[in-house]
């Protein structure tokens, strides 16, 4: 009989040699004459114990991490097949704290599954969400979203039961429903996960979002970075079409959708839904005037949903378990669960999906284990290039929406890059105008030249070059910016500056009485 082994086949896996490590235990097993199944899962996002290997046992599976491809004869020689102790042996993998102290909802398949075995999927809840959806009309799925409480995962956390509502009572001959997959925010890569590691997720999501608001054609537009990601969901559109959930009278009912894959254009600017839209149509991706809303006038004028991944990965289990399930997880008006990206200066880095309410400190050193340096942390940026940088005092704050926006700050896509003490915020200050620069797609003055005085005058500051009158002029040019950039580029550059500003004035070389006197 066989014995499943599990190594995962995740990109962040593969660069840390995931790929060498199953060819030597495919080797290894051939060579003892040991019949194996060797499986190549998602990650679990443990990253720092990547290449992690998995063996299947009675007492269910076992981990073994990191492995190299010098491990996998000693990791035989232990016995590794039947949970034999090894320097490596992790215990069962859902024990593992960082794990086990998770709610794993959109993530609940990833590193548990073969990512494009339709089987696998099957055994594990999949698509049945879509199945209860095809036995209620658009307006009872659209209600089944709102009453979960989900928001936008990609950054705005606009209430996606009204986006589906809105398109949903809007008549048109086409309508579309477009995943927003271009993930460029630094630090994150929960939609990379999901889309390699269990990209059916993504397609029954769209699916049903499809036949809630009557649309028969979607869109995925891809990072193009993320050559894994198009694979894996080129090869599960092409098992679902084969298998009647994609395509024509889906399951035998009288509903259509479509789904395509198309690569983004490599600017930032495009994860701006307008930007991606003009993109996807074939244009330069530059950000339109709103309104008229995607919703009423989107892809090719057509009603549009536009959603991140996550947002669409996440409404099959809400559909399987109903919306009152979904909102049981979270706080106040952040609802469900959110997948955290810990990256930067930590210990252990990876992915946490943990329901609203944990609080950067215990994301910080619970699950990221404290500074990788040992040095203390000093910042965390929360929210990708654009997200505000956060002070040792704020490390207390829930992740929810609301009290984020109290602090002059934004959960985003849910990054956080932390920092220890020997950062220089006045240089990460003037790395997000430089990012900004380069990354503005040039339409609105703001944004264009606003970012570009912003490096020139955060160079004097930095050189000590009339420092005092330089910051009253870095100050007024991020209210410019904020308040009349066209998108949330130009619009939110100001948040990571004035926020390193603000709360670490003595790398700007001011005194923290100086500070008492800065405008609003």
């Known amino acids: 009989m066989s014995i499943t082994v599990y190594v995962p086949c995740d990109s962040s896996a593969l660069s840390l040699g995931a790929g060498k490590v199953a060819i030597a235990i495919a080797a290894e097993a051939a060579r003892r004459g040991a019949s194996i199944n060797l499986v190549r899962n998602g990650s679990h996002g443990l990253f720092w114990l990547e290449p992690l290997v998995e063996v299947s046992t009675p007492d269910g599976r076992v981990a073994y991490g990191p492995v190299t491809p010098k491990d996998v004869n000693s990791l035989f020689e232990a016995n590794f097949l039947y949970g034999g102790e090894h320097h490596l042996r992790l215990g069962l993998t859902q024990e593992i704290p960082f794990l086990k102290n998770q709610e794993r909802l959109t993530n609940a398949r990833v590193g548990i599954t073969d990512p494009v075995s339709l089987n696998d999927y099957l055994q594990h809840d999949g698509y049945r969400g879509l199945k209860n959806a095809l036995s209620l009309d658009g307006a009872q799925i659209v209600k089944e979203i709102t009453d979960s409480g989900l928001r936008g995962r990609g950054g705005a956390a606009f209430p996606t039961g009204i986006k589906w509502n809105t398109v949903l009572n809007v008549s048109a ?13 630094s630090g994150t890569f929960s939609d990379r996960m999901i889309m390699e590691g269990d990209p059916f997720v993504l397609i029954e999501g769209m699916t049903i979002a499809g036949i809630a608001v009557g649309a028969t054609q979607g869109y995925i537009y891809l990072r193009s970075e993320y050559p894994h990601a198009l694979q894996a969901l080129n090869e599960a559109i092409d098992v679902a079409v084969a298998s009647n959930y994609l395509g024509r009278n889906i399951l035998g009912s009288d509903k259509t959708f479509y789904l395509e894959v198309r690569r983004g254009a490599g600017a930032y600017v495009c994860g701006e839904e307008t930007s991606l839209l003009e993109s996807l ?34 409404v099959p289990i809400i559909l399987d378990k109903g919306g009152e399930y979904y909102r049981d997880f979270g706080m106040g008006r952040s609802r469900g669960t959110l997948p955290i990206q810990l990256a930067g200066n930590l210990k252990h880095t990876g992915l946490v999906e943990k329901a609203f309410g944990v609080t950067l400190r215990e994301l910080l050193y619970d699950y990221g284990g404290g500074s990788a340096s040992g040095r203390p942390i000093r910042a965390v940026q929360v929210g990708g290039p654009l997200g505000a940088f956060l002070p040792e005092s704020q490390f ?41 620069a380069i990354e503005s797609c040039g339409k609105c003055t ?75």
């Open 173 to 185: 001959d086409q309508k579309y429903i477009v995943c927003n997959a271009d993930e460029g925010d």
């Open 281 to 314: 149509e074939g244009k330069r991706g530059i950000v339109r005037f709103k309104p008229p809303l995607p919703a009423i006038e989107g892809l090719f004028g057509k009603p549009t949903i536009i959603n991140n991944v996550i947002s669409l990965a996440s």
């Open 396 to 436: 207390d704050t829930p992740l929810d929406y609301e009290e984020f926006s109290k602090l002059w700050a934004v959960l985003g896509h849910g990054g956080i890059v932390a920092f220890d003490d020997t950062v220089d915020l006045a240089k990460m200050a003037r790395y997000a105008m430089e990012f900004c």
């Open 446 to 520: 703001p944004c264009r030249i606003g970012s570009t005085r912003g490096v020139e005058v955060l160079d004097n500051i930095i050189a000590d070059k009339d420092r005092v009158a330089n910051i009253a002029l870095l100050r007024d040019l991020s209210d410019t910016m904020l308040n009349g950039s066209l998108c949330a580029l130009g619009g939110m550059t100001p948040y990571p500056v004035l926020s390193a500003l603000n709360h670490f004035p003595e790398d700007f070389g001011l005194k923290a009485n100086q500070q008492a006197a800065k405008s609003a």
